[in-house]
Each structure stands twice: as structure tokens, then as C-alpha cells.
């Protein structure tokens, strides 16, 4: 299950991370540092790659025709994120905490939340374009900040307020190109027309959906770490295992398990590509956490922060590549100003920490929490 989701912030979330110094490799302590490791270009890549390997998979599964086993999808990536770091715990590559019933117990009302937000987002990445889908994931940065201002007494600069403004228009231009283009392909009055705008209106609703139970997630997790003190592995660990019984029991009640139905959602001639992919997008949300420790190690805080921004470029870029989505000028044109609006987000930001900390300058060198506990967690 893709802590990658709650990176998009994520830039909210992982806004103090990318303010820190550098973290610890993801290696052992005693490991001689080598060029491949410590070459910037390497973690970038992989971070982007691992961005856009959850993205396309995830794509591929629910674009298939009908499907309709999305708690199954999640519970699968669920199962395969909890193996993979336990083997990590177990060969010593990273490490968290053993589970622990009370402290499942505080933590479960976040991996609800957490599941409201995968499940809404799958549905609205079923209806949308890649392109569309994460345009219109900059929306949810817009919600954090202002949680941000009402529950944590954060504040809103400027050029941060500029940068929202250009995410709105992406948005609105995104679902403009949208429409006009199912018109132009069907038609004002056909009936394609209307299935293909009534397909796109479902998915903006699910990505209003997801845009406010993401903030919710992010939000909610944030005050509820203070009682946990969790470090980044200890929550994706508890996440993904406390969600596994929720996913299971609600695609065993809620799902259609006919023998007709399963073998629409996986024809057998690409059950096993099918199968493939949820194990991928599973393994992905791991890589994830993994490369950016890794990428904030060998570079810059601010680095670290445009190459979130801009990670939302290959994303989008490979929906174009690898499915039907349309390429047309006004899409262009919501790509590329949901892109500015990323970088102008991330320069706000870097902007917003220098003037913090221009303001009271440390004797020592400062770590935030988020910084800290992925240290922590990568220590062997």
C-alpha cells in the first residue's frame, strides 16, 4: 500500500524532510561509501522511477475492462509491502519496532483513514487520465496547508498562495480538455459522448474524494504520531498491517467473487501480467520510502525539494507514453502549468525555511522529526 501516496504532499508532510540535512544511507554504518551509491543521479532516478512504476501499474490493473476488485488490489499491495519490509527487518537493511497491541490499537483510526484515501484514490485513477489524476492530486497540497494554519498554527506565504492559484487552473483546464476532447471524438448528442463525460464526472467526484480524505489522512496522522512517536517504517508497518483484515473482510462482503466476474477482472490471458502488477505497485511503495532516504543522503535539502516538484512531469508524462490518454493543447497546457505550480510550490517553501531560520539561527544542527525517525528506521 503506497506510502507513496502520502509523499505527494506530499509535500506538505515531507516539507520539514526536505528542509533537513542530509539522512543516513540507507546502508550499513560500516559499509565503505562507493560511487554508485553516493552519484546524486542515481537516487534521483530511482525515486522517480519508483513514483512512476506505482503510478503505471496501478493504471494498468484498474484500467482493465470492468474491473471492479479494488479492496482485493489493495489488499494485495498490503500483504506485499508487510513481506518486503519484514525481510529488510530480517536481513538487517532496516529496522522498527515488533508489533505491539496498544499501540496497534492508538494507530488504527489512521490506517482507516488511510484506507479511505488508497480506496478513493484507485477509483479515481479508474475514471482519470494519469495526466488528469495528478493534476488534480495538487489539490490535496492546498488542503494540507490550510489544516496546516487551522490545527497547527502554520502559515500561508505569498508565493505559496500564487502557486495554489496555478493549481486551480491546471485543474480546471485539465477537466475542460477533458470534456471538450470526449465532444470533439463522439460527438455533442451521442450516446458515447454522454458515457464517456458521465465516466470522467465519476471520477472527479472520487478525486474530490480523495483530495479531502488524503488531507485527512495526512493531518490526522500528524497528531496522532505524537502519541506513537512512530518513525517512518514503524507506520508503514502498522498501516499496511492493520489494514489487511479491514481490505480482506471488505472485498470478501462488498466485492463480486462469481466465477464470471473474477475471470472478467482477470481474463486469463492476462492473469499473470495482472498479478504482476499488484505485486509491483506493492513492492513500488517500499522502493519509495527506500530512494527518497537515499536521495535526500547524497543531495541537497532544496535538490530533495525540486525533484518532488518535478517528479509530477515523468508521472504525467508517462500516461501520455503508455495509455490512451489524449494529447491535445489544452492538456499540454495542464501539464506544463501543474508543473510550474509544483516548482513554485517547492521554491516557496525552500524560501519559507530560509527565512525561519534566518530568523533564529541554530548553535547545532537542526533535524526534524520526519528526518530523524528515517534515520532511525534505516539504521541496521
Not at 501516496?5 to 524532510?17: L, N, P, Q, V
Not at 533537513?20 to 542515481?42: D, F, G, K
Not at 512512476?52 to 479492496?71: A, E, P, Q, R
Request: charged share 15%; with cysteine.
Amino acid at each position: 500500500m503506497s506510502d507513496d501516496k502520502k509523499r505527494d504532499d506530499y509535500a506538505i508532510e515531507m516539507g520539514d524532510r526536505k528542509e533537513s540535512e542530509p539522512m543516513l544511507s540507507p546502508r550499513a554504518p560500516n559499509t565503505p561509501p562507493s560511487a554508485i551509491t553516493n552519484n546524486p543521479i542515481i537516487p534521483v532516478l530511482s525515486y522517480c522511477g519508483s513514483s512512476i512504476l506505482m503510478t503505471v501499474t496501478n493504471k494498468y490493473v484498474l484500467s482493465g475492462t470492468g474491473f471492479n476488485l479494488n479492496f482485493f488490489l489493495l489488499c494485495v499491495q498490503s500483504v506485499v509491502c508487510v513481506i518486503a519490509i519484514q525481510t529488510c527487518k530480517t536481513f538487517g537493511v532496516i529496522t522498527y519496532r515488533d508489533f505491539n497491541s496498544d499501540e496497534a490499537k492508538k494507530w488504527f483510526p489512521i490506517s482507516l483513514l488511510l484506507i479511505g484515501m488508497i480506496y478513493t484514490s484507485t477509483k479515481a485513477l479508474q475514471f482519470l487520465s494519469i495526466p488528469v489524476y495528478t493534476i488534480f492530486k495538487n489539490l490535496t497540497i492546498i488542503l494540507i496547508a490550510y489544516g496546516e494554519v487551522l490545527w497547527f498554527g502554520g502559515s500561508v506565504t505569498g508565493m505559496a498562495l500564487f502557486s495554489f492559484g496555478l493549481m486551480v487552473l491546471s485543474s480546471v483546464v485539465a477537466a475542460w480538455a477533458d470534456i471538450q476532447h470526449a465532444l470533439q471524438s463522439y460527438g455533442h448528442t451521442t450516446t458515447e459522448a454522454s458515457s464517456k463525460i458521465s465516466t470522467l464526472n465519476a471520477g472527479y467526484v472520487w478525486m474530490m474524494f480523495n483530495c479531502f480524505c488524503s488531507a485527512t489522512y495526512v493531518l490526522g496522522m500528524r497528531k496522532r504520531i505524537k502519541l506513537t512517536n512512530f518513525k517512518d517504517f514503524d507506520t508503514m508497518f502498522y498501516n499496511n498491517l492493520l489494514s489487511i483484515p479491514i481490505l480482506l473482510v471488505c472485498s470478501v462482503l462488498l466485492e463480486n467473487w462469481s466465477a464470471e466476474n473474477v475471470a472478467r477482472n482477470f481474463p486469463p490471458a492476462q492473469r499473470n501480467n495482472l498479478m504482476l502488477a499488484m505485486i509491483f505497485s506493492g513492492l513500488s511503495s517500499v522502493f519509495i520510502s527506500y530512494t527518497s532516504a537515499w536521495c535526500v543522503r547524497v543531495t541537497s535539502s532544496t535538490t530533495y525539494s525540486m525533484v518532488g516538484a518535478l517528479n509530477k512531469l515523468p508521472i504525467a508524462v508517462s500516461g501520455l507514453i503508455f495509455f490512451d490518454a489524449p494529447v491535445t493543447f489544452p492538456s499540454v497546457s495542464a501539464i506544463t502549468i501543474g508543473f510550474v505550480s509544483g516548482i513554485v510550490y517547492a521554491l516557496a517553501k525552500v524560501k519559507q525555511s530560509a527565512k525561519a531560520k534566518s530568523v533564529t539561527l541554530p548553535t547545532t544542527n537542526p533535524v526534524s522529526a520526519s528526518s530523524q525517525s528515517m534515520r532511525d528506521g534505516l539504521k541496521s
